[in-house]
């Protein structure tokens, strides 16, 4: 492996091993601290355009399985990990991880001191990276100029409709990055589910006669989407229950009059302890997030806070006081894991059953 460069915008130099693909990329750096799953991780459309640390000390272990799909095309801008491996017993590998990146363009750097470098990211918060053959003042001058957009469900999202199709109940998923662990909880529910770009309007998801409606999972900022998308989520959840996930969590709170606000440090693991308020119930979850809705311009009259992160407080679940309309702001499909609320999908198909 010849020898690559991790740089920041601050001027910190990581140097380490290339894998992967050759190419040189930017990003925002994140970092992931789930101890399985780097397969989901770097195919979840969340991390696009972003370069992902992974905390878990050895990467590559099991290769790439082909149920383990979070979307066909992957758009992480890179993977940063302590050491990569290529050894697996794992009967259901189709390729390896140095391949698989090889064959989607991303770049990959072990080697890397990561425990230092999470902790550099916790101190500084968010910051650009970039991963280079030579880390001189012209890589440093092409990070600095380097613009992300701040149009990443446009460029994530289906363009088109297709359908996922079963016999059971007729659900419209609204596509702003969605994750396959959705789809995949759907299908074992005997959804008849079709998927809509995120620009859908509310006659075009009304027009499918749905018995219940998705917002899902999604990359960047909620405040970047035009205001017709709230519009459609107001006029829907009048009328058809309605889910919403991570991204599409955010916009249902904007959507009912909440704010949202960036966090310093966003969150990204497996292992996040959330406290379900009407039970007192913990779980564990995976988090995904950069932002978060402040909780003190939710509107008690219109929502109810369902769940809370225990590390920091945050709001992770809203529900319509009015409307059969329903959100949670951590990944409940269980890819990579863990499984603790898969069940929000079985009171989803609950909701539409007594609809019906």
Not at 115 to 121: C, E, G, V
Not at 173 to 180: A, E, N, P, Q, R
Request: glycine share 8%; aromatic share 8%.
């Amino acid at each position: 492996m010849a020898q690559r460069f991790l740089i920041l915008e601050d001027g910190s130099v990581y140097p380490g091993q290339g894998f992967g693909a050759g190419a040189t990329t930017t990003g925002e750096i994140v970092f992931n601290t789930s101890m399985l799953g780097y397969q989901e991780i770097v195919t979840n459309q969340i991390y696009h355009n972003q370069i992902i640390v992974f905390s878990q000390p050895i990467v590559g272990s099991i290769g790439i399985a082909h149920d383990a799909y979070e979307s066909i095309l992957p758009t992480a801008k890179g993977m940063v990990v302590r050491d990569v491996t290529d050894i697996s017993k794992n009967r259901q590998r189709s390729l390896s991880l140095d391949q698989f990146l090889k064959q989607h363009n991303i770049p990959g750097i072990s080697g890397i001191d990561t425990r230092h470098l999470i902790r550099q990211i916790n101190q500084t918060g968010t910051i650009k990276g970039s991963i280079v053959d030579v880390a001189d003042d012209h890589a440093f001058d092409q990070l600095h100029a380097t613009v992300l957009t701040n149009q990443q469900v446009a460029q994530v999202a289906t363009p088109r409709p297709y359908p996922n199709p079963n016999q059971g109940y007729n659900v419209v998923v609204i596509d702003f990055g969605l994750k396959h662990g959705i789809l995949r909880q759907l299908s074992k529910r005997d959804c008849n589910v079709t998927v809509l770009p995120w620009d859908a309007s509310a006659q075009d998801v009304i027009n499918l006669d749905p018995d219940g409606v998705l917002l899902s999972t999604g990359p960047g900022s909620p405040l970047n989407l035009p205001e017709s998308v709230l519009d459609m989520i107001r006029t829907i959840q009048e009328r058809i229950p309605l889910f919403a996930i991570g991204l599409g969590h955010e916009l249902f709170a904007l959507a009912n009059g909440s704010e949202i606000t960036k966090l310093k440090l966003s969150h990204h693991g497996a292992n996040h302890p959330i406290r379900k308020i009407i039970t007192n119930e913990i779980i564990y979850a995976m988090e995904s997030q950069e932002y978060v809705v402040d909780p003190d311009s939710v509107n008690r009259d219109r929502l109810i806070t369902t769940y809370l992160d225990l590390i920091d407080g945050s709001i992770q679940g809203l529900r319509h006081r009015d409307y059969p309309a329903f959100s949670v702001q951590f990944f409940p499909d269980g890819a990579p894991g863990p499984n603790d609320s898969v069940d929000l999908f079985d009171e989803f198909i609950e909701i539409m059953g007594t609809r019906k």
